[in-house]
């Protein structure tokens, strides 16, 4: 048997944080197990035979929604501002995206000279949808045909092996759409990159003796001999831990292949989408946000595939529906204490900032769980 106070299904960023909090706050030994070689989940860094950082698992734009997370994070790291910038190629140009004032002065070759003037074009561009069902209605009733043909359907297409069409309007909803010129890629204004890498500041939230790691260990092949005191959080895919009793859930994953360069910089930013060119969706060039010094430079292409890591919820109604089914088993489960968190667990595109305030919220709950069962056993004992 192996046992704990808690055991923590994966050593993502949920599972560093309450593994944090709860070995240092409430002096819990948490047992970390992760079936990859390495903690930070899909947030993970490291430096490569150049001695550049880069991101293993696509580049990860760390933005804030609130203070609150930044706060919590800045225990752990110092930061350097992330210059997120992207355009994108199409018809051998390239533009800002998301689409901004500059992208539609340039795709329609004129200027406007107002928000108004703007607003007006774009009236007369937009397709009048009386109720949008899906990613396509989203776009066309937006910026009409030329820009949702040109600058998002094959993206799409590409991105997610399903046309627009059979996909919900949250997936292109996610890309703000901007009348002015704001070039940055993500509509946060509170925009940082840890100063060492992700790694290094999972590594430090992480480095406390009631804290173990198992690297290289699933879950799911060894469960039976695991015993836990007061919590299981479980970060992993939902269906896998109910053994796909009502199906599977389906991800969209990638492949990255990455390539180093004798050159200081090859972009002119951190990445390219290529919607219309090529298998791959994206070329990303980290160095312009990690800031590292060096005359060699990486580049990482991304291609879809539905093969692989589970990386993007694909959210239509069957697996939605589907998810339903297995919320309602997890949600049964906090009875027995156990937990589920997480971008996988919860089957949500959740981004960094988001799924660590989840864990802080979590942790609440548990600490008042733990003061709970705690006065229950001293009751017992009296
Ligand atoms: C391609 C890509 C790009 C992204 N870009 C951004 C971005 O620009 N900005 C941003 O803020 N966020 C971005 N994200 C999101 C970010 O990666 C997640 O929000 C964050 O990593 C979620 O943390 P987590 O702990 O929930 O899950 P994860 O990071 O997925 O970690 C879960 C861990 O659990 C482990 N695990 C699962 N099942 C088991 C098991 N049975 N046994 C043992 N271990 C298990 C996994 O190996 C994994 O290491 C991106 C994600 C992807 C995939």
Redesign the pocket.
Known sequence: MIESDVII????????VLANKLSNELNLKCLI????N???????DEYNKKGLLYHK???????FKNRKTLNYLSKFTKWIPGE?IVKTYVNKKLYPIPINLETLEMFFKRKFNSKKDVENFLNQKRVRIKKIKNAEDFILSKLGKEIYENFYKNYTIKQWGIHPRNLSKTITGRLPIRINRNPYY?KEKLRLMPKKGFTKMFKKMINNRNVTIRLN????KIKKKLKFKYFLI????PD??FNYKFGKLNWRS?IFKFKNYNKKFLQKCVQYNYPNDYKYTRTVEIKHVTKQKSNHTVISK?YPTNKG????PIINDKNLRLFKKYENLMNKEAKNNIFF??????YT???????IER?LDLYLTLKKKFKTIRSQKSSIRL
């Open positions: 299904v994966g050593g993502g960023p949920v599972g560093c197990i992760e079936k990859r390495h903690i930070a989940g899909n947030c993970y698992y696509g580049p990860h734009y760390l933005r997120y993500v260990t699933d879950f799911n479980y970060t992993g895919e896998r831990y990638l991304e890591d589970p990386y993007y968190e997480g971008r996988l667990a919860r595109y959740y981004n960094t900032d988001e799924v864990a």
